[in-house]
């Protein structure tokens, strides 16, 4: 369907998998190719490519490190966003991040990057710099596929009810408010959170709590499509390894849980919908190891992205573009 018009210009397209629809692979088919001069000549049809598989993978393309990639983005999608909260900042990139610091043999549960939060990019950029010796996939699922196998009755109370999205900043436990907000005056904090339509409240021991409601499904401003657009995963105690929820639970009890998330009319998500949830991401997803100098880039309205446990040094670089502000 691609192979035709992007051999044209000496490149190459196929499917990862061709029992799944994403990611599309490209690949220079002689050499290298020059990379920035094919996609400024075709834009449109990145784009297009884009909004169909949710997912481009670009591969073989000798992109020597993360300024190169985070050039390389600039060129995609002008205007890299360089404010977010919570992931730590590339070393050396004006709008690039590091991968999450997370503990290396636990997985990364299934998200929309900053479903969460009032502002969220449509287009992200994952760039490998080193590949773990073992495991570190990047697993991503289609949201549109996702909601086509819910049950219908649980896609519409979703729909109709939303999410509520409660974060408590502890300090040791989360990331601090002053870090998230990137100030230590509780004023600008409070300016934000009204401006945002986020309610809050200051707990004891200098302690922050906000509410956010959100989308749990979302349609694609572009495509008009329907998508399972949320992080309902990294937000629900019960995604939490069952040791350390109860050791959370027992310190600051179910009220003061770093992260916790409900249906929006403040109503539980019950443990049996986050398994069916978690089975159902589990059954979409598509993995692939990482090689040295693979970028990727998705439709964060489209898809969802997780990572996998791995071991040896490991290194990901990630960049957002296009921002779009929650009605």
């Not at 297009?48 to 600039?74: I, P, T």
């Not at 990019?121 to 080193?130: K, M, N, S, T, V």
């Not at 050791?247 to 179910?254: A, H, I, K, N, Q």
Request: include cysteine; hydrophobic fraction near 40%; aromatic fraction near 10%.
């Amino acid at each position: 369907m691609h192979s035709n018009l992007l051999t044209k210009v000496s490149v190459e397209g196929a499917l990862l998998d061709p029992a799944a629809d994403f990611p599309l692979v490209l690949t220079p088919s002689c050499g290298i190719g020059d990379l920035p001069q094919w996609i400024a000549a075709h834009r449109n049809e990145l784009e297009q490519y884009l909004l169909c598989h949710g997912a481009v993978l670009f591969r073989g393309f000798g992109l020597a490190g993360a300024a190169d990639f985070e050039a390389l983005a600039e060129l995609i999608s002008p205007g890299l966003y360089g404010e977010y909260g919570d992931l730590p900042r590339q070393e050396g990139g004006r709008n690039t991040y590091r991968s999450t610091p997370y503990p290396e043999r636990k997985m990364i549960l299934y998200h929309n990057e900053s479903a969460h939060l009032s502002r969220w990019p449509r287009r992200q950029f994952f760039f490998c710099e080193i590949a773990a010796s073992q495991g570190g996939a990047t697993p991503i699922v289609d949201c549109r596929e996702v909601l086509r196998r819910l049950p219908a009755v649980l896609v519409e109370t979703f729909e109709r009810k939303q999410l509520m999205y409660v974060r408590t900043f502890t300090q040791g436990l989360d990331v601090p408010w002053r870090d998230f907000f990137g100030t230590a005056e509780r004023q600008v904090v409070e300016a934000r959170c009204i401006a945002e339509g986020v309610e809050f409240e200051w707990l004891a021991q200098d302690e922050l709590q906000t509410r956010t409601l959100c989308p749990a499904v979302l349609t694609h401003p572009l495509s008009g499509e329907r998508s399972f657009f949320n992080q309902v995963q990294l937000h629900h105690i019960a995604c939490l390894d069952p040791d350390l929820r109860e050791d959370l639970l027992d310190l600051v009890g179910p009220q003061r849980m770093p992260r916790q998330v409900y249906f929006g009319d403040g109503s539980p998500i019950d443990d049996a919908t986050m398994a069916l949830i978690g089975a159902v991401y589990e059954a979409c997803a598509v993995r692939f190891a990482w090689q040295a100098g693979d970028l990727l880039m998705l439709d964060n309205m489209l898809v969802a992205h997780a990572r996998d446990p791995y071991q040896g040094p490991r290194k990901i670089v990630v960049a957002m573009s296009e921002m779009f502000d929650r009605p």
